[in-house]
């Protein structure tokens, strides 16, 4: 729940809380249990919201309208502009009454295997946070990637040359009958998009491929 942004946590009749299970398995996220808001009544814990999502995996005859839950964190980001936003997940087991039921805006479903259409409540509550967060920050990482480089055409021509020339002093390719091989060979590289560190560290291969009779034969005349 923390991970994704959200730490305003209301627990409608816990049946144990503080928990020292729940604050172990809580880590760094402890706090959000420390500053829990516990009520009598789910009417209690929403009483100042403007706008409440119920998620429920359950078929309902109910006339809220009915999210999954990706089209219903775009609503919750509409609606949190301005106004104050409830998700509101049932007890892991029975889920909603229908009266409680009747509290909420709208109702949000997980697309799941129809054959098996039950997450834990965790689960749950990981699912929607994430969708959540993925609406209001239009899903940008929180990092920026390492900027790349990639070879030159300039470069890649040289590292084509001096593997055609490798492969042909191993004996793979016979330069009478060249045929479509190489050809393939380059546009098998040319799909990776190689960049300048890697041509070098490719080139580097290469040249220790054909230069170990030549090391030896330096070191035989040293010696």
Do not use: W
């Amino acid at each position: 729940m923390k991970t994704m942004g959200l730490s305003r946590l209301h627990l409608v009749k816990p049946r144990h809380f503080p928990d020292a299970h729940a604050k172990a398995l809580a880590v760094n996220a402890s706090d959000v249990l420390d500053t829990a808001i516990v009520t009598d009544s789910l009417e209690e814990a929403i009483a100042d919201c403007n706008f409440v999502i119920g998620v429920s995996g359950k078929k309902r005859s109910l006339s809220q309208e009915v999210f999954t839950v990706r089209e219903a964190a775009a609503q919750a980001k509409s609606h949190a502009q301005s106004q104050q936003v409830a998700l509101v997940f049932g007890n892991e087991t029975s889920g909603f009454s229908s009266a409680e039921a009747d509290l909420f805006h709208a109702l949000a479903t997980i697309p799941a295997n129809t054959e098996y259409n039950s997450l834990n409540l965790s689960q749950a509550v990981q699912i929607m946070c994430y969708e959540c967060r993925m609406a209001i920050t239009d899903g940008e990482l929180h990092f920026e990637n390492n900027p790349t480089e990639l070879a030159t055409q300039h470069e890649l021509e040289h590292f084509y040359a001096h593997l055609k020339e490798v492969l042909t002093h191993i004996g793979y390719l016979n330069p009478k009958a060249p045929k479509k091989l190489f050809e393939r060979i380059r546009r098998m590289y040319a799909r990776t998009r190689l960049e300048k560190e890697e041509v070098h560290l490719l080139r580097g291969i290469l040249t220790l491929s054909i230069t170990p009779k030549k090391h030896r034969q330096n070191k035989q005349k040293d010696g």
